[in-house]
């Protein structure tokens, strides 16, 4: 696949960190190498220059060219697959871990002075008692780990004043999770883990592996040979076909941003400035940029194709909620892959002792990956308690094409959108 520029986001419009790396050529050696150059792949090569190892970043692209360039900007706690993984680490384990993201995010942006637009404040909304429930059940486990000062419960009028919107029946507010200018942060990552040493290649894609206890990284015009690989391609990727095929489907999830908003609009539809969700399984997800445009998206489509216009699909969903904002321009629309796994638990192991993997975050990846980062760079130095613990959940292969795993994958979401529809 040829190498792309950034596609034609929000984000990429207004980026703040235009530096290009240049392209791969010759052969190289370093102690980390790291293919693909999204939140998974930059935060661990940060973490591993952070920790005083050599680290070259391979991107087929652009860094921050992938979903964590494009994605909603909604940094929400937690790891994927909690209940999996607690079976083996015990709830503690998952609750101490369950934040790391956001406050390795966090320190980050203060530490190195990353301007992303990072706010605290993110809204879960319910459009029915269930998702109610759900609510509940976390409000009370945040009460119980002694984080409820963080959280309020809204009912329906209090959504309504918050949101502007009688949508929902009720929500919740949680100030630990929050929002950000997602290719900022990555970009800002990068930079950081190059003034740490670290050389990043662009536009350069990764077309194997040759295993070894030194592994060979190849690329079209050179190769990189290291200690140890991490393989962050997320949905984007086709390495390994042998070990990792038939267990990751990229499926779209797209966004629309209005030119920015007036005051009037903004104190009504949003005046805390949260980034909000709703709590169907086909989700929508929200939130004000920096200079007060709408984002909008949601709706994943299963297929893995861009439909012809992302604006009529989303535009409908966006009124829906705020038909104030019918009018308003909508200037840029985007979309990018997640990458999803039936279990919704992220995929993280190794295809070698020294060749590690972390991908299929299903949708929620800007806390994740910060996670998943962290686990595999722990697990390099030799501490693979909760890298052992991901790579005994037994996954789902669907065997055969892509295309027929996709086809699987939205006949069982067609179902998950029926549950949405129910009125309970
Ligand atoms: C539209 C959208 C909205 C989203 N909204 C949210 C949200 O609001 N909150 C949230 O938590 N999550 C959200 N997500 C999910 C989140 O963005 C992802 O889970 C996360 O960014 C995954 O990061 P990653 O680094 O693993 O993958 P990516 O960011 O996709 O990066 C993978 C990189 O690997 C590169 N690559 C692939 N193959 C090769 C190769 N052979 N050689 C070299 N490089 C290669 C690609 O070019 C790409 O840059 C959203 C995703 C999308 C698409």
Redesign the pocket.
């Known amino acids: 696949m040829a190498s792309e520029e950034h596609t034609g986001s929000y984000y990429a419009a207004t980026r703040n960190d235009v530096t290009t790396y240049p392209e791969l050529e010759g052969d190289h050696d370093t102690d980390v190498c790291i293919?693909?150059?999204?939140?998974?792949?930059?935060a661990c090569a940060l973490t591993m220059a952070e920790r005083g190892h050599r680290v070259i970043i391979?991107?087929?692209?652009?860094?921050?060219?992938?979903?964590?360039?494009?994605?909603?900007?909604?940094?929400?706690a937690g790891l994927g697959g909690s209940k999996h993984l607690a079976k083996q680490l015990g709830w503690e384990k998952i609750n101490e871990l369950n934040y790391r993201g956001n406050d390795i995010i966090k320190e980050r942006v203060k530490k190195y002075d990353i301007d992303c637009d990072l706010k605290s404040g993110y809204m879960e909304v319910a459009f029915k008692k269930s998702q109610m429930e759900y609510l509940k059940e976390d409000y009370q486990d945040h009460v119980d780990q002694g984080l409820g000062a963080h959280l309020t419960m809204l009912d329906r009028d209090a959504v309504r004043e918050a949101l502007g919107t009688d949508a929902y029946v009720g929500g919740m507010i949680n100030n630990l999770n929050g929002?950000l200018h997602?290719l900022n942060l990555?970009a800002g990552e990068a930079r950081a883990a190059v003034g740490l040493g670290t050389r990043i290649f662009e536009q350069?894609?990764?077309?194997g592996i040759e295993h070894g206890a030194v592994a060979k990284v190849k690329?079209t015009k050179g190769s990189v040979s290291a200690k140890q690989v991490l393989i962050?391609?997320?949905?984007?990727?086709?390495?390994e076909p042998g070990k990792l095929s038939g267990l990751v489907f990229p499926a779209?999830?797209?966004?629309i941003a209005t030119e920015p908003l007036s005051e009037n609009l903004v104190e009504k539809i949003n005046p805390k400035d949260v980034?909000v969700?709703d709590l169907n399984n086909v989700l929508d997800?929200y939130r004000l940029s920096a200079d007060k445009r709408m984002l909008y998206?949601g709706r994943c489509n299963y297929s893995g194709k861009v439909p012809k216009s992302i604006k009529d699909n989303m535009l409908p969903r966006m009124l829906e909620i705020y038909p104030e904002l019918e009018g308003s321009k909508i200037e840029y629309e985007?979309?990018?892959?997640?990458?999803i796994v039936i279990k919704r638990t992220p995929l993280i192991g190794r295809v070698a002792d020294n060749v590690f993997y972390?991908?299929g975050?299903?949708?929620?990846?800007?806390?994740?990956?910060h996670i998943a980062a962290e686990v595999i760079a722990d697990a390099m130095g030799g501490n693979t308690e909760v890298l052992e613990a991901y790579e005994k959940i037994k996954h789902w292969r669907i065997p055969g094409s892509q295309w027929m795993g996709n086809q699987i994958i939205a006949l069982g979401m067609l179902y998950f959108r029926a549950l949405d529809l129910s009125p309970l």
């Open positions: 293919i693909g150059g999204g939140f998974t792949g930059v391979i991107e087929q692209h652009r860094i921050s060219w992938g979903a964590s360039g494009r994605n909603g900007g909604q940094l929400i929002h997602p990555c350069s894609e990764v077309t690329t962050a391609g997320n949905a984007y990727h086709k390495l779209g999830s797209f966004i980034a969700c997800y998206g985007w979309g990018g892959n997640i990458g972390s991908m975050y299903s949708g929620h990846g800007v806390a994740p990956t």
